[in-house]
């Protein structure tokens, strides 16, 4: 992340900082997902028309200058390398030329899509950071999962993503079928082997609207029992901390320097856009106006609103066929300046740099003292955070296990319902 | 039509006793009673084709919901026989269930006869059983009427045979019908006009009518649903409540037809109901005799009960600031529920709540979810108790309808509680199911009957704390279905009892306690430590569950502690659903009581009302 101070755009701060690029394509759906994605064929014309619309709302958010702030920006799904060397080649090329401070730029793979041709248009077209689905090297896993990949595939594209010179992260689940201490152990082991220099780690999450969501339903899944993700998030912790990389994010282990900044942007209240089916923004007032003036038919903003949460519900045909960002489908939240404020204390809580000084001295003047402290205590008490003396507070290991209580007496501190809407 | 009516109203003006037939019609559930009821009102033109909802007689919500009727109630329709008369039909529906059984009992008291409804596909079963004896037993004319005629798996020979052979009714000439095609109701009607005898009664005589329900209307105050076994009654007449004693000023009398209809009189023989202007439902009683405050008859109808709560529980909001609204809600149900009465109650565990005393189980399931969903309350309950009698060392007594009420043991001289004989109908080859779960529920089997060799009635005296908990159940269920239950209060016994204690990580839970059989006390513990285990989701901390009498421990199981909540996916920085999934588990936990450290969801109370099933 670059320092603030010596940001250009720090006086008159952009309304924009950050950009995400849905991909909602894959070579088959996995077991456990609920993602807005579905299996294509990889020679389906939607996946050429989806990304061109991509690239024309790229080209109308340029002319409006809103993407001139856009300093990190990320292609997710789905899959992106699902959509090929020279489709995907293009929109990373239009990425870049519509946002001219880019300093980083991630995007998604699956190893059996991640062949050497598109490494190389991946590295060549500014793409600073691959992060690869790999999920586990242990074939019986994977394919209890429904992956497309195997684990030696998995290692040889690792390997190969790490030699052309990217930054590169995978992503890894444990509490998933058939995983045992040892199996997730070797698991570890090989990406560290492979010299990756940033790591995710999800405990499986059964879905209710997954396969795996119908499929355990009636039956307690052992393998995911909250005992067996709590050993295997310590062990992670363990296994990776060992091998240089540093949790800075509840799910997230990075070699110094290597953490991703468009991750961080998510944590710390900073406005992103997102662009494509199931892709969610955020905006301030100010960027929400600039925005509307392409989409007029986003809402009048409330009263007292300060920012604005966005998820594109447009389905990815309806995407290409009217690409106008005028044309777009969305569900809307709207936050108070109060509400903005503990979304922030929230998100804070899901890094190692913790809730800052700076933010609890605002959040102390915003909320009062007394309901700020008294929850703070709460959490002390309660071992999930601890006091640093630079002032912050930081999540201790209980409070990066047990997340969901932190942040849920953190955000518990709002007032009033969210506001939604719908356009 | 019009012309129909007015001569109708003329006939009802000749109180011609001849001409009136009072009846109830009984069945197995399913077998189609409503569906009859509703046919017969939509064939004498009381309700229109469009005006036909199903189930037109059970009005609340609930009743229909659960297919049980609740509330009595009393339709009059009008009939043009085929002897070119017009009678005057008066449909009696009675509560099903046996919390309501003394109001079965006024209801059938109302009635000269019964339809007998019985499935052609299905034929006689557990409650056709019951119910016909129950009518029987009152003396009424029984119509035996075969339903789903139109059904192609009908066999209405057989279930001739069955009627006559298992209930001892001739079915030569059952009824033949279908509630779905309206075939064979006429024959019904023509049926009732010929086996189902006219009231008796005198009317010149004193006014003597009998109340079978009543409920509040908030502008004219209680009505009474009333049948008239001599004399009449007229707007404007000095009346008098012959158990209660108060009177009042005769405020307008009418029937059903579904809707209110004022008429000028009623009279010997009618059914229908009496607007009393009194604004307290609990001076207008079920069972009570009305008669004339100048004239009165010098006996009440028989049978007459003050109904008495049987069963009591604590009621407490989740949400304790949500008191003052249970209090306000109890008060406005008492309005059509006299049987209610209650009082204010301290739970360390629970915060205020109240006390209320129940006619039986499913009463106190009806009124908690009506509470919950006409007032918008979230409750819980506590593990039923009865009014045991303690008697202390120094020679004073204490009434208690609470666990927590109980005094030290070293205190205790001795404790009663109330006993019930219980008369149940069975089959003989449940007979020994029946006997079965007598002993298990610590009854005293007295003697056995047969009445046919159908059919055995069982004598018992029971524990009434036995009784409430789920012994209805478990006898329908072991019985197949076929056993009735008739109880009454008998008398108070000294027994073993002992308060159970459950403790959540340390500290006693008042809301769990449990005044039980000593001997059953073990079992119970063990049983509730196993569930709660179950239903206690994990917390930060390890969380002890133990039962213990007095200091002593006697059961015990552990809830582990939680090591890792929820981890989902932030993917594409989407945090409105990670804020929905944190929105949706505090929701979760706002459902549950927090009882000291522990978050206790309302299940684990309810569970503690079934851990007796096990």
């Known amino acids: ?423 | 039509m019009l012309a129909g009516t007015f001569a109708i109203i003329f006939r009802m003006n000749t109180h011609d006793v001849s001409h009136i037939r009072n009846f109830s019609i009984v069945a197995h559930i399913d077998h189609g009673k409503s569906t009859i009821s509703d046919r017969i009102l939509e064939l004498t033109h009381t309700v229109e084709d469009r005006d036909l909802s199903t189930q037109m007689l059970d009005s609340m919500d609930i009743e229909r919901e659960r297919g049980i009727t609740i509330k009595s109630n009393a339709v009059r329709v009008s009939y043009d026989a085929d002897d070119g008369d017009s009678y005057q039909f008066n449909l009696i529906d009675t509560p099903g269930h046996v919390d309501f059984t003394y109001e079965v009992s006024r209801s059938l008291a109302a009635c000269e006869g019964a339809v007998l409804v019985v499935d052609a596909t299905q034929g006689v079963e557990a409650q056709t059983v019951s119910n016909a004896t129950l009518a029987m037993n009152a003396g009424l004319d029984i119509v035996p009427a075969i339903n789903k005629i139109d059904l192609p798996s009908a066999h209405p020979d057989e279930v001739k045979d069955e009627i006559e052979e298992e209930l001892a009714i001739p079915a030569d000439d059952a009824v033949l019908v279908s509630g779905k095609t309206g075939e064979g109701i006429h024959d019904l009607l023509e049926a009732i006009v010929y086996l189902v005898s006219p009231p008796a009664g005198d009317a010149a005589a004193p006014l003597k009518a009998l109340i079978l329900d009543s409920y509040f209307d908030e502008y004219r105050g209680v009505i009474a649903t009333v049948r008239v076994f001599d004399g009449s009654i007229r707007k404007g007449d000095q009346l008098r409540m012959m158990a209660l004693g108060d009177g009042f000023l005769c405020d307008g009398v009418g029937c059903k037809r579904p809707g209110e209809t004022m008429v000028d009189a009623l009279s010997v023989g009618e059914v229908g109901f009496v607007v009393t202007g009194l604004k307290d439902t609990a001076l207008v009683k079920t069972g009570d005799t009305i008669t004339s405050a100048t004239r009165p008859c010098a006996q009440a109808c028989p049978g007459y009960q003050d109904a008495k709560p049987m069963v009591y529980t604590g009621l407490f909001p989740i949400d304790n600031k949500q008191y003052e609204n249970l209090r306000d809600a109890l008060e406005k149900l008492r309005v059509n529920d006299p049987s209610l009465v209650w009082s204010p109650e301290t739970s360390v565990a629970l915060g205020f709540g109240f006390r209320v005393g129940f006619l039986g189980l499913l009463h106190m399931e009806v009124v908690k979810e009506r509470l919950e969903r006409e007032f918008g309350l979230d409750l819980i309950a506590t593990s039923p108790s009865v009014n045991y009698h303690v008697f202390l060392t120094d020679g004073s007594e204490l009434a208690i309808t609470s666990p927590q009420d109980l005094p030290d043991v070293t205190r205790i001289d001795r404790i009663e509680e109330p006993y019930l004989a219980a008369k149940v109908i069975v089959p003989p080859e449940h007979m020994g199911a029946v006997m079965q779960l007598a002993i298990e529920h610590r009854g005293i089997t007295k003697d056995m009957v047969y009445l046919s060799e159908k059919s055995v009635e069982i004598h018992f005296d029971i524990p009434l704390a036995e009784l409430i908990l789920d012994f209805f159940d478990q006898l329908k269920s072991r019985t197949k279905g076929y056993a009735s239950l008739d109880y009454e209060m008998a008398d108070y016994r000294p027994s073993d009892l002992v308060k159970l204690d459950i403790l959540l990580a340390g500290d006693e839970v008042d809301a769990f306690s449990f005044i039980v059989h000593k001997d059953k006390a073990y079992a119970l513990a063990r049983g509730l430590c196993d569930k709660l285990k179950e239903i206690i989701p994990r917390q930060q901390f390890e969380v002890p569950i133990q039962g213990a009498i007095g200091n002593k421990i006697i059961s015990r199981s552990t809830v582990r502690a939680v090591r890792k909540d929820v981890l989902a996916k932030c993917y594409g920085g989407d945090i409105s659903r990670k804020r929905k999934l944190l929105e949706k588990q505090k929701e979760g936990k706002r459902r549950m009581k927090a009882i000291g450290s522990v978050d206790v969801p309302q299940e684990a109370f309810l569970a503690v009302l079934k851990v007796g099933d096990e």
């Not at chain 1, 300060?306 to 936050?335: H, I, M």
């Open chain 1, 1 to 423: 992340m670059s320092d603030g101070a010596r940001d250009p755009t720090r006086e008159n701060p952009p309304s924009v900082s950050a950009l995400y690029l849905h991909v909602p394509f894959c070579a088959r759906r996995c077991l456990y997902c609920d993602f807005p994605t579905r299996a294509a064929r990889a020679d389906d014309e939607l996946l050429v028309a989806y990304a061109r619309a991509l690239r024309l709302q790229l080209a109308e958010l340029t002319s409006l200058g809103l993407l001139e702030g856009v300093r990190t920006a990320y292609l997710g799904g789905g899959t992106p390398s699902f959509l090929g060397p020279k489709t995907l080649g293009s929109l990373v090329a239009t990425v870049h030329r519509a946002c001219p401070a880019l300093a980083e730029l991630s995007c998604e793979a699956n190893p059996d899509s991640l062949g050497d041709e598109l490494l190389a248009k991946l590295a060549d077209g500014g793409v600073t950071r691959v992060s690869v689905g790999v999920q586990s090297l242990d074939d019986a896993e994977l394919a209890a999962l429904g992956r497309a990949h195997g684990a030696p595939q998995a290692r040889e594209r690792l390997s190969a993503a790490v030699k052309s010179g990217l930054l590169v992260s995978c992503d890894l689940m444990c509490a998933i079928p058939l995983q045992t201490e040892r199996s997730w152990r070797a698991t570890l082991a090989g990406v560290i082997d492979a010299g990756v220099g940033h790591v995710s780690v999800y405990p499986l999450q059964i879905e209710e609207s997954s396969a795996f969501g119908r499929r355990y339903v009636h039956a307690e899944a052992a393998f995911n029992d909250p005992d067996v993700q709590a050993a295997r998030m310590l062990e992670a912790e363990g296994a990776l901390g060992a091998a240089g990389l540093v949790r800075y994010e509840v799910a997230s282990y990075a070699r110094p320097g290597e953490a991703c900044a468009h991750n961080l942007a998510y944590w710390t209240g900073r406005p992103y856009l997102g662009l494509g089916t199931g892709a969610a923004g955020m905006l301030d007032a100010r960027g929400y106006a600039r925005l509307s003036v392409v989409a007029p038919q986003l809402p009048k903003l409330p009263a007292n609103i300060t920012r604005v949460r966005l998820t594109v519900t447009s389905s990815p045909r309806a995407v290409a066929l009217r690409p106008r960002l005028r044309d777009l489908s969305c569900d809307l939240e709207f936050l108070t300046a109060d509400q903005a404020l503990c979304e922030d204390l929230m998100l804070a809580a899901r890094t190692s740099a913790g809730l800052g000084a700076p933010l609890l001295e605002r959040a102390r003047e915003r909320l009062g003292a007394r309901r700020l402290d008294a929850c703070l205590g709460r959490v002390l008490r309660r071992g999930l955070v601890t006091s640093r003396p630079d002032g912050a507070l930081a999540p201790t290991r209980r409070g990066w296990l047990q997340g969901n209580e932190l942040y849920g007496e953190l955000w518990g501190l709002h007032e009033g319902e969210v506001l939604g809407a719908r356009c």
